[in-house]
């Protein structure tokens, strides 16, 4: 864990090492950040948010990042996903709740699901933390296998989200028109 952030201080709420992605992968991550709307607060879709959050958000009211899923604190926003299995990894409980989510996904909005994919991915490639990106490129393999597609690998990742035009719109169907 990094020192807290004083309050006295204004900066980015992104951890320090997402300033490293492109704007492109920065904002994949932001546009993420938000649950489904019309599901209850303990929906396992906002269970994974949760962690997500804290994989690359610093906390406001304790003004840190968290390392893991279930130690305390974070109010609802980047609170804990789980608790502590006896002596099982974090990584126990979270694969569970990503079992339980494959299991409702068909409840949620396939853009959020869309999003929350592609922020497993860039989590998954990018995190600077050994043990947090295994998780969530693990987890992306199998958000991406529940959908019956083929993973995008790093290389193909970093030129669809380069911050080049002509790369992102390489992987576009339909182009979005202005008025």
């Known amino acids: ?21 492109t704007f492109m992968q920065q904002s994949v991550l932001i546009a993420a950040v938000r649950g489904p ?3 209850r607060k ?14 690359f958000l610093i906390s406001a009211f304790q003004r840190r990042d968290y390392n893991n899923p279930w130690e305390l604190g974070g109010g609802s926003f980047t609170g804990p996903s789980c608790l ?14 990503v079992e339980e989510y494959l299991r409702h996904v068909d409840e949620m909005p396939h853009h959020f699901q ?7 991915e860039i989590l998954g490639y990018k995190h600077e933390d050994p043990r947090i990106r295994t998780w969530w490129h693990r987890t992306y ?3 991406v296998n529940d959908a019956h597609l083929w ?5 193909q990742m970093d030129r669809r989200l380069g911050d ?16």
Request: net charge negative; charged share 30%.
């Open 151 to 155: 993973p995008e690998s790093e290389a």
């Open 84 to 97: 502590p299995e006896g002596d099982f990894p974090w990584e126990v409980s979270m694969d569970k709740a």
């Open 164 to 179: 080049f035009e002509a790369h992102w719109r390489e992987r576009e169907e339909v182009i979005a028109r202005g008025p």
């Open 141 to 143: 393999i199998t958000l």
């Open 37 to 39: 709307d019309g599901l």
């Open 42 to 55: 303990d929906h396992c879709s906002k269970v994974l948010c949760r962690w997500l959050r804290r994989s």
């Open 1 to 21: 864990m990094k020192d807290p952030v004083p309050f006295n201080v204004r900066r980015s709420v992104l951890q320090d090492w997402v300033h490293n992605l």
């Open 114 to 120: 869309l999003h929350f994919m592609h922020a497993a």
